[in-house]
């Protein structure tokens, strides 16, 4: 059975940090490419940050770049958002997608955390 389980939400003041963590099971992660996608309420989801299955490779969303950072650990099956100095424009949803590194259509999501930047 595949299960993305995110954690690490919370609410947090403009300027602080986030930790969000993504728990992968049921499949061979390290097939797998990484990503975070968020939506913000009455917003389409938007991609976050990608990183490769092999290599870590990232790419970041212009929005989120120098402030994020995302990384993974095959060996516990985990994908990490570090996110810095955050904004009030951050409050969203954050979503955590695992996709095939060859067979794009294999994809699996996560069922979301939420993240609020808020004084």
């Known amino acids: 059975q595949v299960q993305l389980v995110e954690s690490g939400g919370g609410l947090v003041q403009p300027g602080g940090s986030l930790r969000l963590s993504c728990a992968a099971s049921?499949?061979?992660?390290?097939?797998?490419?990484m990503s975070w996608y968020r939506q913000a309420r009455g917003k389409e989801r938007e991609l976050v940050a990608v990183?490769?299955?092999?290599?870590?490779?990232?790419n970041y969303a212009d929005s989120v770049k120098g402030r994020f950072a995302i990384s993974r650990d095959n060996a516990k099956n985990t994908v990490y958002l570090q996110m810095n100095s955050l904004k009030p424009e951050d409050t969203a949803v954050y979503y955590c997608?695992?996709?095939?590194?060859?067979?794009?259509?294999?994809?699996?999501w996560g069922q979301g955390t939420q993240v609020t930047v808020s004084s």
């Open positions: 990183i490769t299955n092999i290599g870590g490779k990232t």
């Open positions: 049921g499949f061979t992660f390290s097939s797998y490419a």
């Open positions: 997608k695992a996709t095939h590194f060859t067979a794009l259509q294999i994809s699996y």
